[in-house]
């Protein structure tokens, strides 16, 4: 089947749970509801295979052809999350192990071990079957590889294989065990290691061990599975030229950036509730800078989530609202999950499209409306992606991984403080960051946000980010930034690694921001109070942009910028309020170019998109609140046919493509 132009709306299906006579009723209701995708095979493996070296291809075949005569593309899914009964009883080797050394029982998910070489040969084994059965099969538009990769247990698997893979890694890493000392300081504690052998695996959860040996860890853990997806992603890459993807959850204990080198396609799940919807445009934003292809939002709520018990009933116009979402911020396809509720199992209390029943859930009017929508607004959709604004904002794994492990003041959460403190303001204010990693490239950016980055040795970060601010970037960097080696400890010859050094400041105290806050004078007239951390730095020669009014601090500087060749780094103390921290940024901002849709209320998302031959934006209301969008050009709303001009009324839970008039306005 040919690719679409506009984007999919489609959702996950079992057919594997259901009877075969059963699949044309679902694809009748599929095409009532105006579903364009299903995504098929994540859990199916001992459908797939119920026996070893017994295949069954047939029941799939139908189901993709079903699928394909109705005009319904597939997503086709590797099994590997859940292996069957008979491989883990005949190989009970593969299971995974916790911090405690019990193996995982069969019967859930993520239960056996990505690096474990006999789950390696069945997971080719099957993967590869796949391919040479679908491969080429017109119907498919993509692969999905396994489900939801993400480190087993607390501590990731501990079998006595990702033991001995560790140990190796951490050979080659140091070459020698006196390195490794050195670079973790082992000497205290009398930790200090006369082998790698005596390196104590695994780190349990009930130690208290040292944060450089859980960071280092846990970024293993991390490795092994970029490594199991790329493992399967080699194996389809044979067989398959349909972009191979693997679907991704809101956390930061993966590297997203290396997950996705060797990946065609970003796919992404999430299950937002009303309250906190605009996270997931955090996760969104992500995607967007991870492949120039737009994403797939692979898995989202209908209407309430759930797996034995039911939770989180939305209000109408969630679902549209929602599902609109990764469209506006450069995606191409949502999907929900899942189609037909389950009948039984983990997770029978989900919501879905249509019932165990097969009865049309209260929501099904609301999904054929974003299906018309989509369809409506497709080629301008098409045609057209987010515009870059030139702002971005960091996210690390690696720093999650530290601060996991080191949260360095009390009840520090590096993700929500990094997304309700600093991203929220900014889109709230109507800025339209890109969010990235520190491996990512800059040259399309004018304006970087560092905070809480704690080590700028990732990925050879600090060389690129000085040549970038060189050659005319605005870095702002801190709080607690630049503070730890790669290796999770501390600087001894100052509190930062480089900016000292680059910015010639003198950072000459350092205070928790628990249970105290101090007072921040801001060079506007602004007066409040920091947050998180406050370093006193002494300006040296740079630029002072706030003071310290109070507390042992006061007097030394709490923001200061330095001009570094054609650009300028502004290194913060402490984490500005929010008023604070917006009007520092479109100060900065406005020295290059850089400024928020003007006047949109901050409960509206506003997503300007550009193309060759044709531009606009998307709005979407996310509070359940009535918003107002001004707008300084003619468009027309492709969703309903009007033609908007000046301040437009945006009802709770609404959406608006709008498409500008491209001719040039005369009074004639």
Known sequence: MKRLNQPFLGAAYY??????????????????????????GEFAWSRMEP?????????????????GKAGIAVIMCTPTCTPPAWLSQKHPEILAVNDQGIPAQHGARRHACPTNPIYRKYVRRIV?????????????????IDNELYPYGKRGCCCAHCQDTYRNQLRKQFGSVAALNQAWGTNLWSQTYNDFSQVPLPPRADTWHHPSLLTSWMQFQSRAYVDFSNYQADILH??????????????????????????????????NSMENLWESSFWMDLCRSLKERPFWNTETATCWNGSTMANGVKK????????????????????????????????????????????????????????????????FLSSTRPSNSGLALHFSGLAYSMFEFQPM????????????????????????????????????????????????EEAKFADKVLEWVRAGGTWVVGPLSDIRTREACKYTHAPYGHLEAWTKIVCRYELPGAPADYQVRWNEGSSALGSVWYDGLEPRGAEVLALYADGPLAGLAAAVRQRI??????????????????????????????????????????????????AGLVAIELENQPARLPLERLAVDLLSGELCSGEVAMPPYSVRVLQYDLQPFTNE
């Open 15 to 40: 057919p594997e749970d259901w009877p075969a006579e059963q699949v044309d009723g679902d694809i009748a209701l599929m095409l009532r509801a105006g579903m364009k995708v299903m995504r098929i």
């Open 51 to 67: 026996e070893e070296g017994s295949y069954d291809w047939a029941w799939l075949h139908r189901v993709v052809n079903k699928l």
């Open 128 to 144: 590869s079957r796949m391919g040479k059965e679908f491969g080429r099969d017109a119907n498919i538009i993509g692969w999905q």
């Open 238 to 271: 044979k067989y398959t030229r349909k972009p191979v993807g693997t679907d991704m959850m809101p956390y930061g204990a993966l590297n997203y950036y290396d997950v996705h080198r060797k990946l065609d396609i970003v796919q992404f799940n999430h299950y």
């Open 316 to 379: 109408p116009g969630f679902n549209r609202v929602n599902s609109w979402m990764p469209i506006a911020l450069g995606g191409e396809a949502n999907l929900y999950w899942l189609w037909r509720a389950h009948w039984s199992g983990q997770e029978l209390m989900h919501g879905s499209v249509v019932s165990s029943c097969g009865r049309p859930l209260h929501i099904f009017d609301e999904v054929r409306e974003v299906a018309n929508g989509f369809s409506q607004a497709g080629e």
């Open 409 to 456: 003041v009390a009840g520090f959460n590096y993700l929500e403080k990094l997304k309700n403190s600093i991203y929220r303001p900014l889109i709230r204010a109507q800025f339209r960051p890109d969010v990235i990693d520190p491996a990512a490239d800059l040259d399309a950016y004018r304006l970087l946000l560092s905070p809480f980055l704690p080590t700028l």
């Open 565 to 614: 060749g054609q650009g300028q780094i502004v290194v913060l103390g402490t984490l500005p309020r929010e008023q604070e921290l917006v009007n520092l940024i479109g100060t900065l901002g406005r020295e290059v170019d850089i400024l928020p849709y003007a006047g949109a209320s901050p409960n509206l998302l506003v997503v300007p998109r550009s193309g060759e031959n044709a």
